[in-house]
């Protein structure tokens, strides 16, 4: 018979987690938090090794026999190549200050999302099989032996974390955990274990130019598209230029600009803004992406994906290059490009044609951020701007982690928005700037299978959006990244309904007073302004 | 002496154990994290526990006014139906309110006087699980549609191309209308 239970009993329910060492929770590998892995034909068509069927649930996982060596001999060859990583591995003395400062950990409460932990899984591996201190005293030096289940548990957290280095900021040593996750992703890429919401993105972009695998016609085709739209709403007829020798400047942009919304949208401020101005440049198809998935596969890969960029700049004949707003494309540009490739001869120190402004922080690289142009032309008064079509939205921004941390670029978007809306609020200060929070999904992790962790990841920005929401009634959350368009409004509608995300371009384009432009009764979404419908039903509307 | 008024007594111990209750249910390092962090932007979910947990105990021994109810389950439901819990281990921390009542108050307070008024109470409580419940699930199914409306949203990936058909239903829009397309009628559903 069953045991009867007091009434106080039935009235306990345990809900203690385990509370061993983090070493002895065995990896619970969970739906809604990780991304589907690689299909084989898109790991083959980039030449990468083990593109093989598996499942993340499963047991086996269909490793080559040698999986073990091919990991360790990746981990000692890389321990060779990277300073920073052989140092990483060596010198945290695991003070806790990056503890609390991962957004993942934040908002999942998960140990294993302290960037500390999410390293040791690393770096216990490393003192266990690589050093004598880990091999002689094992766990007592943080060490332990690789295995499958460690392996999984690696695998696990290395895809919970954005490389976003909001941790780096804190970390007295300065570690950057997101190169470790970067290289750790090298090495579960060295057996086929890939993502394929990245490895999808790599092959298309291999094969076409960009991400979403848009053919030449068709990328040109959705820019015409959304040219007409801008007809439509405008009332101004914009002809951009696709490959076009001779041309001043080259753009590039993501490609999540020319298809998803709300980033068309901020394509469609980039258009209006260089019609404005008359800016001599052209579209490419062939470098047709700006962001690089191939940053989040291995280092080689972002490389080789970014390759494209200087080779069409010298190509086409262009003086200097611009680039839209992204979010890691500008990781890459900022802090790889010019180290990856060699820079092109041909390319001169950026110029703005408008206002004569030397970008001499661009001396180097020979690329400008749409933000940095922006502003000069606002500095400069080169903008005609009308806010007050603005003026139904409350505005707050969102630093995108690879600009503002990755290259440091904080007031020149803030600079255009306050020029371009009257009701600009900003987050509390530990949430912005250099300490800004991820929105949660950055590093190839925007699928929608992994919505749970994404919602984890997205909390703490979510929280700070819905302080400035509930406080000043901020209704628009503007970035300037197209991961952060993508992902951000998910998020929002999770946690704070009624805040709707735009670029920082997109909002430009509303207030710029364009030349033959029609009465701008609707946005560049082609929704109603407020306050501003057509004379015509006002009319109708009096009788 | 009436359950209300030993509760009104104890009404600070009771949160704060109910609080401690609901942080143990994370790892000890996380639940001392969540505790002890105290700007609100650093550690919204420690903060947003906190700032829930007392009104909530407040309204269900005083008014049990069920939209200030909601707000509080909300604010913290919200938080734990994204986290690594089972829907029981997420919403099992309301009922165990009868539970940290019994604990906080004395036994020889409980005597059969107040029986009646106990009956009531976890009556309420159980009411506050059942609209834990319905919010933990409002919650949940919102987490599937948006990533229903993500997937729609996006395009999507077919034998290694991209379906491009929202760009084209945008395109058809403009050709329609300039009369370069003529005949042509979408069939598919349309959205609003």
Redesign the interface.
């Known amino acids: 018979m069953a045991k009867e239970l007091t009434p106080?009993e039935t009235?306990?329910?345990d809900?203690?987690?385990?509370?061993q060492d983090w070493m002895d929770i065995p990896v619970?590998i969970?739906e809604?938090i990780y991304c589907y892995p690689a299909k084989p034909?898109?790991i083959e068509c980039v030449d990468m090794p083990n593109a093989h069927k598996w499942s993340p649930v499963e047991e086996d996982w269909g490793l080559p026999e040698n999986w073990k060596e091919i990991f360790l001999e990746g981990f000692r060859e890389r321990l060779d190549k990277h300073r920073t990583f052989k140092i990483f591995m060596d010198i945290c003395v695991r003070c806790g200050a990056c503890?609390?400062k991962c957004h993942f950990?934040?908002?999942?409460?998960?140990?294993k999302n302290?960037p500390v932990v999410r390293a040791e899984l690393l770096r216990s591996v490393y003192r266990g099989e690589f050093t004598k201190a880990g091999q002689i005293l094992g766990r007592l030096a943080g060490a332990r032996k690789l295995t499958m289940p460690v392996l999984k548990e690696i695998w696990y957290y290395l895809f919970q974390c954005t490389e976003c280095r909001r941790c780096s900021l804190f970390c007295p040593y300065g570690i950057d955990t997101a190169e470790i996750t970067i290289l750790g992703r090298e090495l579960i890429n060295l057996f086929g274990l890939n993502i394929n919401w990245i490895q999808?993105p790599v092959?298309?972009c291999y094969n076409t130019g960009n991400h979403?695998?848009?053919l030449p016609h068709?990328f040109k085709?959705?820019i015409?598209?959304l040219c007409?739209?801008i007809?439509?709403f405008v009332g101004i007829k914009i002809e951009p230029t696709f490959n076009r020798k001779g041309a001043e400047i080259l753009f590039v942009t993501p490609s999540g600009d020319v298809?998803?919304?709300p980033g068309i949208y901020t394509l469609m401020g980039y258009l209006m803004l260089f019609e404005h101005i008359g800016l001599d440049y052209t579209w490419s198809t062939y470098a047709c992406e700006g962001g690089n998935f191939g940053f989040f596969t291995s280092l080689e890969m972002a490389q080789r994906l970014n390759a494209k960029i200087y080779h069409e700049a010298e190509r086409l004949g262009v003086k200097w290059i611009l680039g839209g707003e992204c979010g890691h494309m500008w990781r890459v540009i900022h802090q790889y490009m010019n180290t990856f490739q060699k820079p092109v001869d041909s390319l001169e120190e950026p110029i703005s044609p408008i206002t004569g402004t030397k970008f001499e922080n661009a001396k180097s690289l020979k690329m400008v951020h749409i933000s940095e142009f922006t502003a000069d032309l606002i500095k400069h008064g080169k903008l005609k701007l009308d806010p007050s079509r603005n003026d139904h939205l409350k505005v707050t921004y969102h630093d995108s982690c690879n600009p503002s941390r990755g290259m440091g670029m904080l007031e020149e978007p803030r600079y255009v928005i306050k020029n371009v809306c009257n009701h600009f609020y900003e987050m509390?200060e530990?949430?912005i700037r250099e300490e800004t929070f991820c929105c949660g999904s950055g590093s190839g992790l925007n699928a929608?299978?992994n919505?749970?962790l994404r919602?984890?990841g997205g909390?703490?920005r979510a929280?700070?959006v819905k302080?400035v929401h509930n406080k000043y009634g901020v209704n628009t959350l503007a970035c300037v990244c197209a991961i952060d368009r993508a992902v951000l409004p998910?998020s929002m509608?999770?946690?704070v309904p009624g805040v709707d995300v735009a670029g920082v371009s997109e909002l430009v384009a509303n207030a710029l007073i364009m030349e033959g432009e029609n009465e701008r009764s609707v946005n560049l979404r082609g929704e109603e302004i407020p306050g501003r419908a057509p004379k015509e039903e006002e009319a109708q509307e009096d009788v | 002496m009436a359950l209300n008024d030993i509760i009104e007594k104890k009404r600070d111990s009771i949160v704060e154990m109910w609080l401690n209750t609901l942080f143990s249910t994370y790892h000890p390092k996380t639940a001392q994290f969540l505790e002890n962090k105290r700007n609100k932007f650093d550690n919204p979910v420690g903060s947003a526990f906190k700032e829930a947990i007392g009104p909530l105990f407040d309204e269900i021994v005083g008014d049990f006014d069920q939209e200030k109810i909601r707000q509080c389950l909300d604010e913290i439901i919200r938080i734990r139906a994204v986290q690594d819990f089972i829907p029981s281990q997420a919403i099992g921390i309301f009922v165990v309110l009868k539970d940290v009542v019994r604990k906080v108050i004395p036994s020889k307070e409980m005597g059969p006087e107040i029986y009646e008024e106990l009956f009531i109470f976890d009556a309420k409580v159980d009411r506050m699980a059942l609209m834990a419940f319905d919010v933990y699930m409002a919650c949940r199914e919102r987490i599937w549609e948006i990533k229903l409306n993500d997937f729609k949203k996006r395009p999507i990936f077919a034998e290694g191309q991209m379906c491009l058909s929202y760009m084209l239903r945008r395109g058809l829009k403009h050709r329609q209308k300039r009369g370069e397309v003529e005949q042509f009628t979408d069939i598919r559903p349309q959205e609003n």
């Open positions: 106080q009235l306990r329910i809900l203690r987690p385990p509370k619970n969970k809604g034909e898109k503890a609390d950990f934040i908002g999942s409460g998960d140990p302290m999808e092959c298309n979403l695998g848009l068709t085709q959705n015409e598209f007409d739209d007809e439509e298809f998803a919304e509390p530990n949430t929608g299978e919505m749970e919602m984890r909390l703490p929280n700070a302080h998910a509608e999770y946690w």
